[in-house]
T-cell receptor, first 114, second 115 residues
Framework: GQQLNQSPQSMFIQEGEDVSMNCTSS?????WLWYKQDPGEGPVLLIA?????ELTSNGRLTAQFGITRKDSFLNISASIPSDVGIYFC??????????????FGTGTLLAVQP | KAGVTQTPRYLIKTRGQQVTLSCSPI?????VSWYQQTPGQGLQFLFE???????NKGNFPGRFSGRQFSNSRSEMNVSTLELGDSALYLC??????????????FGPGTRLTVL
């Protein structure tokens, strides 16, 4: 199945450090999304981006929609232990019609040591 | 407002059996999508329903099917189960089918194990 290239695959950091992860695609997207998934749970939406170049923040999280519409990044500042989880990017495609179909990235596992 | 609910949360079946999973979307949401999550393939789109109509389908065999009811609740069915169907099946709901602020909210998933 189709997946977006997400990096890094995993990160092991100390509490208080900043984190950066990115996602690239060979296809253009109209919408970029970032989700976090905890073990045994479904993904939770963190940030949604709708326009090329858009920079959006949600608390300590900041995400950007790449100018080429083929990439996006997510930054987490001053990480805390509850940031632990798997982070997924997702792109939404429009084939000339409305759709909710999401293409997900391969995920970034984040571990934060207190 | 209650979130997306999925039942059952865990299921164990044997090869050749069939299974039906259920999803209740957030109140007021009319679109439901299903995804399969496995360690090898990650999150893969299965299908999308809006107003009881399938609007989009992923690249899965015909053994995977779904439907949506008039109250927007959805079910997905997998027939003739194979070992490779073991996965976390996620349901997501949204208000409609397009536009900004129409994002999908996921349920906790149903963990299916095929023995």
């Amino acid at each position: 199945g189709q997946q977006l290239n997400q990096s890094p695959q995993s990160m092991f950091i100390q509490e208080g450090e900043d984190v950066s992860m990115n996602c690239t695609s060979s296809s253009i997207f109209n919408t970029w999304l970032w989700y976090k998934q905890d073990p045994g749970e479904g993904p939770v939406l963190l940030i949604a981006l709708y326009k090329a170049g858009e920079l959006t923040s949600n608390g300590r999280l900041t995400a950007q929609f790449g100018i080429t519409r083929k990439d996006s990044f997510l930054n987490i500042s001053a990480s805390i232990p509850s940031d632990v989880g798997i982070y997924f990017c997702a792109g939404r495609l429009h084939y000339g019609g409305a759709t909710n179909k999401l293409i997900f990235g391969t995920g970034t596992l984040l571990a934060v040591q207190p | 407002k209650a979130g997306v609910t999925q039942t059952p949360r865990y299921l164990i079946k044997t090869r050749g059996q069939q299974v039906t999973l259920s999803c209740s979307p957030i109140s007021g949401h009319r679109s439901v999508s299903w995804y399969q999550q496995t360690p090898g393939q990650g999150l893969q789109f299965l299908f999308e329903y809006f107003s009881e109509t399938q609007r989009n389908k992923g690249n899965f065999p015909g053994r995977f099917s779904g439907r949506q009811f008039s109250n927007s609740r959805s079910e997905m069915n997998v027939s003739t189960l194979e070992l490779g169907d073991s996965a976390l099946y996620l349901c997501a709901s949204s208000i409609g089918t397009s536009g900004a602020n129409n994002e999908q909210f996921f349920g906790p998933g149903t963990r299916l194990t095929v023995l």
